[in-house]
């Protein structure tokens, strides 16, 4: 089993860059793919960003793709979400995922994830 804890949230305008952490605990970390989900007041938790166990492969929706860059540290069983050019659709709550099965055509699901963390606020003014 693995716990998840995000930070990194925060209010910030839009253009501006935000770097989203999860630390995760226990000594398997490498072999457990990551995810980042977020959800909007209203809205359904949507896919944001995967990574795979080795950090090798990396996998965005649409609406991020060439803004937001996700990352791991094996060794500090840490995952990243390094968001720039940030725009006002981006303001929700974003979780980070994880589970240790998942196939690739499956990392964007949510409910191939197993394990979640609380969430952290993220408020894009315009």
């Known amino acids: 089993q693995v716990q998840l804890v995000e930070s990194g949230g925060g209010l910030v305008q839009a253009g501006d860059s935000l770097r989203l952490s999860c630390v995760a605990s226990g000594r398997t970390f490498s072999s457990y793919v990551m995810g980042w989900f977020r959800q909007a007041p209203g809205k359904e938790r949507e896919f944001v960003a995967a990574v795979n166990r080795n950090g090798g492969n990396t996998y965005y929706t649409d609406s991020v793709k060439g803004r937001f860059t996700i990352s791991r540290d094996n060794a500090k069983n840490t995952v990243y979400l390094q968001m720039n050019s940030l725009k006002p659709e981006d303001t929700a709550v974003y979780h980070c995922?994880?589970?240790?099965?998942?196939?690739?055509?499956?990392?964007?699901?949510?409910?191939?994830?197993?394990?979640w963390g609380q969430g952290t606020q993220v408020t894009v003014s315009s």
């Open positions: 995922a994880a589970d240790r099965q998942i196939i690739q055509s499956s990392y964007f699901r949510d409910t191939s994830y197993g394990f």
